[in-house]
């Protein structure tokens, strides 16, 4: 099974579901962003439905997308849109 952040976060919005390993993976995925957010130049944008499934504004990044999805999956105190947002 090939993981991809983006198949990922389609497949969430398609179906509501991914498994622990998928989630896992998304989390990992999402760590490794704010560890080295300093580092990134660019953002992939997510397509405008996915975003909007998601309850984001059109042009959300990807990573954006992965945090809205765990946020739903797996919320915590403060969720990881605003601390994503916010960087």
């Known amino acids: 099974m090939t993981l991809e952040l983006t198949d990922l976060v389609q ?48 042009g959300a990044s990807w990573f954006l997308c992965c945090a809205a999805v765990l946020d739903a999956t797996r919320p915590i105190d403060e969720p990881r849109v605003n601390k994503l947002s916010s960087v």
């Open 11 to 58: 497949d969430f919005v398609a179906t509501k579901l991914l498994s622990k390993v998928e989630l896992d993976f998304l989390e990992a995925e999402l760590w490794e962003t704010f560890l080295h957010i300093g580092e990134i130049t660019s953002l992939s944008v997510a397509p405008p439905n996915i975003s909007e499934s998601l309850d984001l504004e059109s």
